[in-house]
């Protein structure tokens, strides 16, 4: 059974930073395709990040140079750095995976963007 557990958010200003993780509850060498989505009140959850098992990641646009997303096998974990936090970042934030077609998703961690 595939288990993803989002941490690390919270309530920061804006410029700041936050680095979320995402806890698998099995290597994560599994999983070619690893996600990080987002859903702000009211708007469709949408794709921030992507990050493949060969090291390449790709970004929403509008996070592009400020956000970055890295996994540490060993940890058995996947991690957002977020940087230079606007106030449109505020979400909550969804770490997602597929194996063997099924779609896996974890409860997610709120971060809010706020003077």
């Known amino acids: 059974q595939v288990q993803l557990v989002e941490s690390g958010g919270g309530l920061v200003q804006p410029g700041g930073s936050l680095r979320l993780s995402c806890a698998t509850s099995?290597?994560?060498?599994?999983?070619?395709?690893m996600d990080w989505y987002r859903q702000a009140p009211g708007k469709q959850r949408e794709l921030v990040a992507t990050?493949?098992?060969?090291?390449?990641?790709q970004y929403l646009a509008s996070v592009q140079g400020r956000f970055a997303v890295s996994r540490d096998n060993a940890q058995h974990t996947m991690y957002l750095q977020m940087n230079s936090l606007k106030s449109d970042d505020t979400a909550v934030y969804y770490c997602?995976?597929?194996?063997?077609?099924?779609?896996?998703w974890g409860p997610g961690t709120q971060v809010t963007v706020a003077s």
């Open positions: 099995v290597s994560i060498t599994n999983f070619d395709i």
């Open positions: 990050s493949d098992s060969y090291g390449s990641s």
């Open positions: 997602h995976t597929t194996l063997y077609g099924r779609d896996y």
